[in-house]
């Protein structure tokens, strides 16, 4: 009988590189144990907010990579997690990064814009 691998074959990121790709990631945080990173967005409503997942929810199935999502009526949380690795590697940043595309959040160091926000 096949089982499948422990791991998935990815390397798990070290803290520079972490902190490297939190440069360009606005919004997005380290937890304390540094195995995952997690943002929040703040949307018009809930209507608002289900369309974001679900559009995210449509990429991550593309990567088969997929955040742990929350909903709070308008606001959605993910956290990002090589699971598999048992913490941080290149997919986590890069799908956060595609993350902050979809929600519309400027990749500019600082910028604070949500999706769904007239600011």
Known sequence: MWTPPLSGGM??????????????????????????????????????ALDLVNLIGHEAEQRAHHPDIDIRW???TLVLSSHSEGGLTQADLDLAQRINDIAGID????????????S
């Open 74 to 76: 308008n606001t959605v």
């Open 11 to 48: 390397t798990l990121l070290d803290d520079a590189a972490i902190t490297a790709g939190l440069t360009t990631l606005p919004g997005w945080t380290l937890s304390e144990d540094k195995t995952s990173i997690s943002t929040s967005v703040e949307l018009i409503d809930f209507v608002a």
């Open 107 to 118: 990749h500019a160091a600082g910028s604070d814009e949500s999706a769904g926000t007239d």
